[in-house]
T-cell receptor, first 114, second 112 residues
Framework: AQKVTQAQTEISVVEKEDVTLDCVYE???????LFWYKQPPSGELVFLIR??????QNEISGRYSWNFQKSTSSFNFTITASQVVDSAVYFC???????????FGAGTTVTVRA | DAGVTQSPTHLIKTRGQQVTLRCSPKSGHDTVSWYQQALGQGPQFIFQ???????QRGNFPDRFSGHQFPNYSSELNVNALLLGDSALYLC???????????FGPGTRLTVT
């Protein structure tokens, strides 16, 4: 069984501050995929990033960056120079490579104040 | 190119009733997955359909059933509604075997 834990329930920052979202996961599978999704008030889940378990290279994509550490089962996500439009609920998710269902964390609500 | 669409947007039902939710996948996609998202929680996988058959199922009772049509659209049926079935129901479509899908806007179901 898979488990995804997002310990932070809510984060509030002032515009232009950086925001880091924590994600810790549990899985017995040796190969798996990790995701971050954003859910704005409209409700639709928007894909942000995906990582394979065998690729621990951390990257930056625009204002988004992520830190994947297999040794600690963590997949943290950072928004640099936050903007009001970044206000949303952010979900970390996991799926094994031989499975099709996504297991989501409980989400972290990010509020960016102007 | 339309993305994933779901209908209706909102609906209100009474305990014990039955409900049908609909999903049209993104053009070119052949696989549909359904998720239930209770208020304040992350989405929970209900099941996935491919080639008109249920390919995988999450931990949901038999009251939850589905169907996929030849045009790849899908329905989610919930019988004998309970108050706890109140949630946002999300549909996601993808190509078979893909790890990444597109989510629809969801259907907000309220059971009173």
């Amino acid at each position: 069984a898979q488990k995804v834990t997002q310990a932070q329930t809510e984060i509030s920052v002032v515009e232009k501050e950086d925001v880091t979202l924590d994600c810790v996961y549990e899985t017995r599978d040796t190969t798996y995929y990790l995701f971050w999704y954003k859910q704005p008030p409209s409700g639709e889940l928007v894909f942000l990033i995906r990582r394979n378990s065998f690729d621990e290279q951390n990257e930056i994509s625009g204002r988004y960056s992520w830190n994947f550490q297999k040794s600690t089962s963590s997949f943290n996500f950072t928004i640099t120079a936050s903007q009001v439009v970044d206000s949303a609920v952010y979900f970390c998710a996991l799926t094994p490579s031989n499975d099709y269902k996504l297991s989501f964390g409980a989400g972290t609500t990010v509020t960016v104040r102007a | 190119d339309a993305g994933v669409t779901q209908s209706p947007t909102h609906l209100i039902k009474t305990r014990g009733q039955q409900v049908t939710l609909r999903c049209s996948p993104k053009s070119g996609h052949d696989t549909v997955s359904w998720y239930q998202q209770a208020l304040g929680q992350g989405p929970q996988f209900i099941f996935q359909y491919y080639e008109e058959e249920e390919r995988q199922r999450g931990n949901f009772p038999d009251r939850f059933s589905g169907h996929q049509f030849p045009n790849y659209s899908s329905e989610l049926n919930v019988n004998a509604l309970l108050l706890g079935d109140s949630a946002l129901y999300l549909c996601a479509s993808s190509l078979v075997g893909a790890r990444l899908g597109d989510f629809g806007p969801g259907t907000r179901l309220t059971v009173t």
